[in-house]
């Protein structure tokens, strides 16, 4: 079975500081991992993803990620954070060793960038 | 490049009653996802189709839900009758079908409403 945690149901960062948003995953096999953000009655909007090859994904509006093997995490950063950044951010894990296209979600986090 | 459409944005309706949701794909793509969004939590996969053959209906609730992609293009899902429970968003995502590494592209979503 594949799952995603997303410890933090909220995150708060004054505009122009960094921001991490932290996600863990567990698959059997090779994890293809994304990074979703949802806008209030939008849907979800692809953000990264990282498949294999270089740990650190670089991916749309200056957001990264950086993949980390040996503790199955993948937390989605950003130098510097905007105002308008404050959305819903998804973590999604998917096997890539069992062929599935199976994609399970994280429960999400709000992610607040203040003034 | 347009992207994934799903009609209506809203729905509210009285439980037992029947309701239908429309989703149009980004053009190209063969694989379409129905996903179900709880308050709160991360998408869950409902079906996926490849074409017009539902490959993965294992999370389908098939005693009210249905589904079909007669043309493999368009998609419908349908829910009949409606329970309270069933409130919630319906997101459809659309990929072009190249295997596991694919990225999902959603739509804004229906949300429904049970009264």
């Known amino acids: 079975a594949q799952s995603v945690a997303q410890p933090e149901d909220q995150v708060n960062v004054a505009e122009g500081n960094p921001l991490t948003v932290k996600c863990t995953y567990s698959v059997s096999g090779n994890p293809y991992l994304f990074w979703y953000v949802q806008y209030p009655n939008r849907g979800l909007q692809f953000l990264l993803k990282y498949i294999t090859g270089d740990n650190l994904v670089k991916g749309s509006y200056g957001f990264e990620a950086e993949f980390n093997k040996s503790q199955t995490s993948f937390h989605l950063k950003k130098p510097s954070a905007l105002v308008s950044d404050s959305a819903l951010y998804f973590c999604?894990?998917?096997?890539?060793?069992?062929?599935?296209?199976?994609?399970?979600f994280g429960k999400g986090t709000k992610l607040s960038v203040i003034p | 490049e347009a992207g994934v459409v799903q009609s209506p944005r809203y729905k509210i309706i009285e439980k037992k009653q029947p309701v239908a949701f429309w989703c149009n794909p980004i053009?190209?793509?063969?694989?379409l996802y129905w996903y179900r969004q709880n308050l709160g939590q991360g998408p869950e996969l409902l079906i996926r189709y490849e074409n017009e053959e539902a490959v993965d209906d294992s999370q389908l609730p098939k005693d009210r839900f249905s589904a079909e992609r007669l043309k493999g293009v368009d998609s419908t899902l349908k829910i009949q009758p409606a329970e309270l429970g069933d409130s919630a968003v319906y997101l459809c995502a659309s990929s072009p079908g190249q295997g596991a590494s694919d990225t999902q592209y959603f739509g804004p979503g229906t949300r429904l409403t049970v009264l």
């Open positions: 053009s190209g793509h063969n694989t």
């Open positions: 999604a894990v998917r096997d890539g060793g069992a062929g599935s296209y199976q994609l399970t």
